[in-house]
């Protein structure tokens, strides 16, 4: 498998800063075929790790607040058993690590997960239970919110697609990389072609799912908050250097109103 991190170890949580909540936003992304049971399969996942002041009298401004990720996607379709252990694990650190778990409609992922799984994976079966009763978390366990059914308090509009989530809260989420496309397009070029763009879209794509859900959350919660006019949340992503060259083409930057670093990036 394929991890990208900017953690020197992106098996393990980052340290935690004392006198924080951490705030761990996980996403997966999965081929979709819903004419036979258990058709859909996971690829990609990643994590996101937020910590937030717990005692400052007013919200963080998020547009400030450093983050940590950890981002896999599967070398071939074999690996997607490897890719739930993989994730299994990374739920259990966050488990272990964070006082929020949150994505955005995450009980489907996890149940992807669950039926991808070529062994038993109680730290799976344990957070979809978890989520379910994620209004009334057992004492010293992490608190989920998840951002498709937990936010409502700061929408007027009626869709809870993610995408339509940000619009309304002022988050730039704009998806160059499905330009043209989809993402069953691009995962089959990288599996077909080994495309290594087309892996990186999907990559960045899916960290951006879990970035702006972790904002969404922070917000939910009350811990965090942006400028009135908004968060491109592109720029946070493109602060990510080297993580894939993806983020330093020109297709990229024009998202954020800079000059491109690379022009001969793809």
């Given at each position: 498998?394929?991890?990208t ?37 996971p ?19 998020l ?8 981002s896999?996607?599967?070398e ?12 299994a ?11 929020l ?14 039926a ?6 109680p ?18 366990d992490?608190?989920?919110l ?25 988050l ?6 499905l ?17 290594t ?24 919660a ?35 109103g ?9």
């Amino acid at each position: 498998m394929i991890t990208t991190s900017n953690l020197t170890s992106p098996t393990r949580a980052p340290k935690k800063p004392s006198g924080t909540v951490r705030l761990a936003s996980i996403d997966v992304e999965w081929t979709k075929n819903y004419r036979i049971k258990n058709g859909n399969r996971p690829f990609c996942y990643s994590v996101v790790w937020l910590d937030l002041p717990a005692s400052t009298p007013a919200p963080s401004d998020l547009a400030h607040v450093p983050f940590h990720f950890t981002s896999v996607y599967v070398e071939d379709a074999d690996e997607q058993p490897a890719l739930v252990r993989s994730a299994a694990n990374a739920l259990r650190t966050a488990t272990n690590s964070a006082d929020l778990i949150t994505g955005h409609q995450l009980c489907s992922d996890l149940a992807v997960l669950a039926a991808t799984a070529d062994r038993p994976q109680p730290t799976i079966d344990q957070a979809r239970a978890s989520w379910k009763q994620r209004n009334a978390p057992a004492e010293g366990d992490p608190r989920y919110l998840d951002t498709r059914f937990d936010a409502g308090h700061l929408l007027t509009g009626t869709s809870r697609r993610l995408v339509d989530v940000c619009a309304e809260l002022r988050l730039d989420v704009t998806q160059p990389e499905l330009r043209g496309t989809s993402m069953t397009a691009l995962h089959r070029r990288w599996l077909t072609e080994a495309d290594t763009t087309a892996r990186e879209k999907i990559s960045v794509l899916n960290l951006r799912h879990s970035l702006s859900t972790a904002y969404v959350a922070a917000h939910a919660a009350g811990l965090g908050h942006w400028a009135p006019e908004g968060l491109n949340v592109n720029r946070v992503l493109a602060a990510t250097t080297g993580a894939w060259d993806w983020l330093a083409s020109p297709t990229f930057h024009t998202l954020l109103g800079e000059p491109c670093l690379s022009a001969t990036a793809p």
